[in-house]
């Protein structure tokens, strides 16, 4: 597909302007796609209102199937999307290929859920009855990480619950979800979803339209916290999926050379553009020196490049205003610590860092206290467990930790004593459709995934009847 278009309220549309995509590789341009204005908001959100009115009282197994065919659509394109977020987004292409196996299964998964009538109280003179109903039209912000997979895990529950939906990508990285647009146009009923491309500028049209009745938002928590702001006028639903700085605690216990490669490939997978990557490291004194060098020689070995080309096992950053953000975290991690690997970015076009491993670092350090969203790791060394707890939980941020260690009952007792909304045990970023993730302080508001986040698509309505 090299003529994109935006699905806006049943049409696909060539929009009023366009923007470029910028391959992060090459840092060319690769795509021109359609830009919307806020008059496609406006007709969106008219289109999506109207055609929800009827796909509410469509059964739930009619939306299900509805749902399923979009993952259908999915795995027949599922090269030509696994290509186009290769290019838009820098990854590998053989990972861009598992993005789009993961977004067909959470697709799948994630309108699995039924939600019968619960009924709450039985007496021979009354009944209450728990319903679960649909919201009304929701707005779906995403950001520029995994493309199609943070669609496609808003879309799925947001149909199958009885929603209407208005997907905005982030405007790195629109080329995936617009194919979308354009492989399920013929599939769902015409105006239940549209797909708008912004240039970071209507985002705010959509979290303040008064037909907006919920946002999903996945991104930063700066943005978070305006969206907060900007839907509280209007009392939206709201889940916030935000930015995390997931610590892992070695324990003096641990066997360095085992859980080298686990914390290596969870620090920098995608490299090291996942909300949920391992992003600081506490190491125990004892198995310090061990662990550092281990985890060196990964990052050393580590191809890192064009993700199209064979061989290449490490994408860039997705865009230069982040590249230039994680440089900046690099150096001053390089001013503060030792760096092991790494640390240097190549002078050729593209937006390659090589996986940067900086150790001898401490709280206090920029690179250890926020979230660089990059390929850098930064390590911290321990003597006293319960500093490294205290470092750990010492962060506005909660969305994830690790404790690694061969003893599972002491990796469980510190596992309890982290404030995050999910604790991994010797590994970390493990995730599945039917598991939720609710994220603990400033990493957001809410739980997306599974039975409790697909709830989250529906308003409880109590019915309480008098028998009598
Ligand atoms: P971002 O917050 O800058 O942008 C995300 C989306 O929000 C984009 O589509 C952007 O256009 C839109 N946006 C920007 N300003 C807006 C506004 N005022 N109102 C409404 N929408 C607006 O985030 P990013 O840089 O694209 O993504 C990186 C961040 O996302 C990191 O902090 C990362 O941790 C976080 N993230 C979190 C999760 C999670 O599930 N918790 C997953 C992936 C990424």
């Not at 470092?391 to 004593?417: E, F, I, P, T």
Request: hydrophobic share 45%; glycine share 8%.
């Amino acid at each position: 597909m090299s003529q994109y278009k935006m699905l806006v309220a049943g049409k696909l549309v060539k929009g009023s302007t366009s923007l470029d995509v910028i391959n992060p590789a090459t840092e060319e341009v690769f795509a021109t796609v359609p830009r919307a204005c806020q008059e496609d908001v406006i007709v969106a959100v008219a289109a999506a209102k109207s055609a929800q009115k009827l796909w509410k009282n469509v059964a739930e197994s009619e939306r299900r199937a509805v749902v399923y065919k979009i993952a259908d659509a999915i795995a027949e394109h599922a090269e030509e999307l696994a290509k186009a977020i290769t290019l838009e987004q820098g990854k590998v292409l053989d990972f861009a290929r598992m993005e789009v196996q993961f977004a067909e299964a959470f697709c799948r998964s994630l309108a699995s859920h039924e939600f019968p009538v619960k009924v709450l109280d039985e007496t021979d003179t009354n009944r209450v009855e728990e319903h679960r109903n649909p919201l009304g039209v929701v707005a779906a912000i995403i950001p520029w990480n995994f493309p199609l997979l943070i669609a496609v895990y808003k879309i799925s529950p947001a149909l199958a619950t009885g929603n209407a939906i208005i997907l905005k990508p982030a405007p790195t990285t629109p080329v995936a979800a617009l194919i979308l647009g354009q492989i399920i146009a013929d599939i769902v009923p015409k105006g239940l979803v549209s797909i708008i491309v912004d240039n970071n500028d209507l985002g705010p049209a959509l979290t303040s339209h008064p037909d907006i009745a919920k946002v999903s938002f996945t991104g930063s928590t700066p943005t978070g916290k305006a969206i907060m702001k900007s839907a509280a006028n209007t009392m939206k639903r709201l889940t916030l999926e935000l930015g995390g700085n997931d610590a892992a605690i070695v324990l003096d216990d641990a066997d360095p050379k085992a859980i080298a490669p686990g914390i290596f490939g969870s620090a920098f997978i995608n490299s090291g553009q996942v909300c949920i990557a391992l992003k600081r490291l506490y190491v125990h004194e004892s198995v310090y020196d061990e662990l550092c060098d281990e985890i060196a020689t990964l990052a050393k070995n580590a191809v890192v490049g064009n993700g199209m080309e064979e061989g290449v096992q490490f994408g860039p950053v997705q865009n230069k205003e982040q590249y230039e953000k994680v440089l900046s975290y690099i150096e001053e991690g390089k001013a503060q610590g030792t760096v092991i690997a790494g640390g240097e970015a190549p002078n050729q076009p593209g937006y390659v860092i090589p996986l940067t491993v900086i150790k001898d670092l401490h709280d206090g350090c920029s690179l250890v206290d926020e979230e660089p969203f990059g390929p850098v790791l930064p390590i911290v060394k321990y003597t006293d467990l319960d500093d490294a707890i205290a470092s750990a939980n010492n962060s506005k941020m909660g969305l994830g930790g690790s404790v690694w260690s061969s003893n599972l009952d002491r990796a469980a007792q510190v596992a309890a004593q982290l404030d995050t909304g999910t604790v991994w045990i010797n590994q970390h970023s493990a995730f599945s459709p039917h598991i939720h993730m609710a994220p603990a302080k400033e990493s957001g508001l809410g739980t997306e995934w599974g039975e409790e986040g697909v709830k989250e698509f529906t308003a409880c309505k109590i019915i309480n009847i008098n028998k009598a």
